[in-house]
């Protein structure tokens, strides 16, 4: 599945979507930054409720196909802009991370 069709079937928020095509083969949910570093996987959609800018260089460290905010948590413009930058897909909802976890998780 697409992010784009991630996004469209989980009625998620685009935050800043530069690689849409970008293909999702798994999920990763965390927190700890060090330690989505170590687990998550390349083409992940990264759950998390964190918001900074340190979300965006691990999403480029670990290669994940995107960023999903969780539990309406908001990004601030200079996230977003940043995300759109290094080209990482940052989407948002007002889900739980366990309810939109186990929606992905039925999805691929």
């Known amino acids: 599945m697409t992010v784009l069709g ?3 079937t989980l009625n998620l928020t685009a ?4 690689q849409e095509e970008r293909q ?4 990763y949910a965390g927190d700890l930054l060090s330690w989505v570093m ?8 990264w759950l998390t409720i964190m918001s900074n800018a340190n979300i965006v260089a691990v999403a480029l460290l670990t290669d994940v196909s995107c960023i999903i905010l969780c539990e309406g948590v908001m ?3 200079g996230v977003i802009s940043l995300a759109a ?11 739980s991370v366990f309810a939109l976890a186990a929606q992905i998780s039925h999805l691929l």
């Open 6 to 8: 991630l996004k469209e």
């Open 85 to 95: 930058e290094k080209q990482i897909n940052l989407l948002g909802s007002e889900d």
């Open 24 to 27: 999702v083969r798994g999920g």
């Open 15 to 18: 935050f800043a979507l530069p």
């Open 75 to 77: 990004p601030d413009a």
């Open 38 to 45: 170590g687990k998550a996987e390349a083409d992940d959609a």
